[in-house]
């Protein structure tokens, strides 16, 4: 990390956790944004110290801002928006709107996330391709990592305010969500 570095922030996608890190060389006006460890954005000499700067994040070009405003001589404080929302406001919705699990099969990390609204699964950033039906119970969403078979259950809690419960199963054994 940089001495002009100002900013860290881990932003949980659909497709990955991205890291996204802002340097901001107050002497120099440089900018410079990383997102794991890669530049995607670089300005050198801005005369103007404050502002925004504007990029894209993930496969699906989710669109973050970072915010530069002066509080008092030279400090700065710096805020990270995900579409358009607050960094902490976006991830409390992205865990309502969204489950993820974490699991190691076969010697293999798997990061699986279900998009509740779509009900799109996405598996270490590719979007999986699934199948699925409906049952008794619920629904059930049907896809394989390998030779594994893989189901996402979604139940009814029997309470209004808990509304639906999805849970994972690889071979029909049960994986406890992870917690982003």
Same mark, same amino acid.
């Given at each position: 990390m940089s001495g002009d570095t100002? @900013?860290?922030? #881990?932003?949980?996608?659909? =497709? @990955?956790v991205y890291r996204i890190e802002f340097e901001h060389g107050t002497t120099t006006g440089k900018r410079v944004i990383y997102i794991n460890g890669k530049e995607v954005l670089r300005r050198d000499w801005m005369f103007k110290l404050v502002g925004k700067e504007s990029f894209s994040v993930g496969s699906t070009d989710t %669109?973050?801002?970072?915010?530069i405003e002066a509080i008092t001589g030279f400090s700065y404080e710096y805020t990270l928006e995900i579409n358009g929302k607050s960094l902490q406001t976006?991830? =409390?919705n992205r865990s309502k709107i969204s489950k993820t699990w974490v699991? %190691?099969? #076969? @010697? *293999? #990390?798997?990061r699986i996330v279900l998009e509740k609204d779509t009900m799109d699964v996405w598996c270490n950033g590719q979007k999986m391709e699934t199948m699925g039906e409906f049952t008794e119970n619920g629904s059930e969403t049907h896809f394989a990592l390998g030779n594994r078979e893989c189901c996402?259950? *979604?139940t009814t809690s029997g309470r209004k305010r808990n509304g639906i419960v999805h849970s994972l199963l690889v071979d029909g054994i049960g994986i406890e969500e992870a917690i982003e």
């Amino acid at each position: 990390m940089s001495g002009d570095t100002v @900013g860290v922030w #881990d932003v949980s996608l659909s =497709d @990955g956790v991205y890291r996204i890190e802002f340097e901001h060389g107050t002497t120099t006006g440089k900018r410079v944004i990383y997102i794991n460890g890669k530049e995607v954005l670089r300005r050198d000499w801005m005369f103007k110290l404050v502002g925004k700067e504007s990029f894209s994040v993930g496969s699906t070009d989710t %669109k973050a801002t970072i915010n530069i405003e002066a509080i008092t001589g030279f400090s700065y404080e710096y805020t990270l928006e995900i579409n358009g929302k607050s960094l902490q406001t976006f991830l =409390d919705n992205r865990s309502k709107i969204s489950k993820t699990w974490v699991l %190691k099969l #076969d @010697g *293999a #990390d798997y990061r699986i996330v279900l998009e509740k609204d779509t009900m799109d699964v996405w598996c270490n950033g590719q979007k999986m391709e699934t199948m699925g039906e409906f049952t008794e119970n619920g629904s059930e969403t049907h896809f394989a990592l390998g030779n594994r078979e893989c189901c996402i259950k *979604a139940t009814t809690s029997g309470r209004k305010r808990n509304g639906i419960v999805h849970s994972l199963l690889v071979d029909g054994i049960g994986i406890e969500e992870a917690i982003e």
